[in-house]
T-cell receptor
Framework: GEDVEQSLFLSVREGDSSVINCTYT??????LYWYKQEPGAGLQLLTY?????DMKQDQRLTVLLNKKDKHLSLRIADTQTGDSAIYFC??????????FGTGTRLLVSP | EAGVTQFPSHSVIEKGQTVTLRCDPI?????LYWYRRVMGKEIKFLLH????????ESGMPNNRFLAERTGGTYSTLKVQPAELEDSGVYFC????????????FGEGSWLTVV
């Protein structure tokens, strides 16, 4: 079955790096995504990675994919208070629908 | 270019009443999706339209939910009659073309059933 798991909560200090982890189950997923939801707002696509890639870097964001272990991570360098939000990992098992994790609430303290 | 827009942004209704949520996808996007997140749980897929046709409605929870996309443009999701457990955020999303293309989400319609 399809299942995506994330830790529920992460707290860091401003300026530190944040690493949010995710495990998924469907090895047929072509793409894996990270979405961000700020308080009271919608889902914002942060970044995505093709399943045949190991790493993708986009400014302060680095996505690492370990396809063998079905493990995805999002690293945010120099975390700012504006990065405080819920981060959702999602897989696309090829059925034109996304399967989301429960979301990781990131709290950045000054 | 306008993103995915949803209306209303917030709605509070009594149990037993009817609510209709509307979604306008990004212009030109054939694929339209509905998802929802009930309190504290993961975001769950409800259904997928390709133009005006329902491609996959496997996530619709029961027959109190009816989704339409007449003309293949905007979509509505009606809940009738609403129950307490229907409270949550209903997200609409759209994408262009085939599987794997970027899926863009709206800001959600926050529904509270009291």
């Amino acid at each position: 079955g399809e299942d995506v798991e994330q830790s529920l909560f992460l707290s860091v200090r401003e300026g530190d790096s944040s690493v949010i982890n995710c495990t998924y189950t469907d090895s047929s997923s072509t793409y894996l995504y990270w979405y961000k939801q700020e308080p009271g707002a919608g889902l914002q696509l942060l970044t995505y990675i093709f399943s045949n890639m190991d790493m993708k870097q986009d400014q302060r964001l680095t996505v690492l994919l370990n396809k063998k272990d079905k493990h995805l991570s999002l690293r945010i360098a120099d975390t700012q208070t504006g990065d405080s939000a819920i981060y959702f990992c999602a897989e696309n098992p090829g059925f034109q629908k996304l399967v989301f994790g429960t979301g990781t609430r990131l709290l950045v303290s000054p | 270019e306008a993103g995915v827009t949803q209306f209303p942004s917030h709605s509070v209704i009594e149990k037993g009443q009817t609510v209709t949520l509307r979604c306008d996808p990004i212009s030109g996007h054939d694929n339209l999706y509905w998802y929802r997140r009930v309190m504290g749980k993961e975001i769950k897929f409800l259904l997928h339209f390709v133009k005006e046709s329902k491609q996959d409605e496997s996530g619709m929870p029961n027959n109190r939910f009816l989704a339409e996309r007449t003309g293949g443009t905007y979509s509505t999701l009606k809940v009738q009659p609403a129950e307490l457990e229907d409270s949550g955020v209903y997200f609409c999303a759209s994408s262009q073309g085939m599987a794997g293309n970027t899926i863009y989400f709206g800001e959600g319609s926050w529904l509270t059933v009291v």
